[in-house]
């Protein structure tokens, strides 16, 4: 059959190869020319190198078309792309109208401006009890349930200061995390559903006088972790050269090592501490000493049943919402805040808030959208275990889910922008990506991950990009996305 007749009028003929041209111009717009797909294929070889395998998927998200697909079903080390999982799932399974919420009750009457009894905190898993949006005082929130106390007619409590971290149970340390001293580091803290602080606490040195020890400050400051102090401070400008011991299940901090006398801005590292949920109540206490009400007995853990509740005053009700969460965990890749939203995904699929009701709830989830493939595995939240895997595929498809949803703003700006914000902000700056992709990096030992959104003239794509033992990783990432941009130019 042919196409055109040599009958039709020579206008009408003009007209349909015009038209013609103009839906293979169109069709060669929403694809990816061969130019630069064997452009992008090249940099996914040089990473690769001898030993590495790279995946990689690109999407077009207003067509639905692949553009690119490189080992897209290869189970890769996702590194810190976990975290996509962890929080898509919590959108889709807790809904963006959820709140974390912690409560502060009195478990007595209250008269003559004191409390007769107990002061019971109650953890709900909210992640954010700290500074972080309270201009950086971790004690802003404490302060106001102080005030909110005296509110209430308390400025004494005759009985003990009891909190109850039992929304999440089992281990508060993932098997699959390193087994080395990285448990002090900020990234490896313990899991509570009652946490402050990150559940770190901040070891400040500066310099004294030449041979002297150095200052050491804890921020915040409290009795809950005892400081051992064995600095000097040396003559000079140089660098601090500071090491922090902990023993494991231990709160006494060993600082080492050496600060110079003119090096004014000194040293300032975060060290998690163990047992995070004593840890908040112990700085809970010691606030409302502070503000001026004091708790005469001790601190202790407690297990409060739906009797014991009925029983009790409500005081104070912090509540967080997710969307407020997922900014730190997407933009500074905060692993703590991941782990307690994947414990809190556990609690609503099986009433039990573990790492392993966690990775349940999210298979659950992958399953039903028909992505858990053969060897995908999911063994935490933040993807600081190496025995995750997960495919590129997987993760476009849920990013391109996501983009379809009404809550897609809020996960777009709680994601890492190129050359602006976050773990992206000295990345992508290339005036043809800066302030245009908005993704999550991941990075462990021999492992590099990008995965995210490109928003580039009037295309959008999701792409993928995991390196498993690959090399110029960061490199060929970011020109991969940049040769993809200034192809839709």
Known sequence: MRLFSRNLPVYLLASLLLLAAQNTVRSDNAGLDATTRSAILAKLKKAEGKRGTAGCVILDLDTGETLLSHNADSPLIPASNMKLVTTLTALDQLGGDFEFITRVLADGKVGDDRLQGDLCVIGGGDPNLSGRFYENDPLALFKAWATQLKQAGITSVSGDLKYDSTL????????????DDQYIKWYCAEVSALAFNDNCIGIRVTPTGAGKPAKIETIPETSYVTIVNQTTTAPGRKGAEIGIVRPRGENTITVKGTVYEQATWGYTVDVSVHDPAAYAATVIKETLAREGISVQGGIKPVTLTNEDLQRCTLLVEHRASLLQALKPINTNSQNLHAEMLFR?????????????????????????????TEGIHIEDGSGLARDNRVTPNLLVKLLKRAAADERFEALRDSLAVGGEEGTLEKRLTDK?????????????NNVRALSGYLFAGKRRFAFSMLMND????????????ETLAKAAE
Do not use: N
Not at 168 to 179: D, L, M, T
Not at 348 to 357: I, V
Not at 433 to 440: E, I, L, P, S, Y
């Open 432 to 444: 043809s990506v800066k302030g245009k992709v908005f993704a999550k990096t991941g990075y462990i």
């Open 168 to 179: 999440f149970g089992g281990e508060s340390f993932c098997e699959g995390w390193p087994q």
């Open 344 to 372: 809190q995904l556990g609690l609503r699929y099986s009433g039990k808030g573990t790492f392993k009701t966690g990775r349940a709830a999210v298979e659950a989830y992958l399953t039903e959208q028909k992505l858990l």
């Open 470 to 481: 690959c090399v110029y990783t960061k490199q060929m990432q970011d020109e991969i996305i």
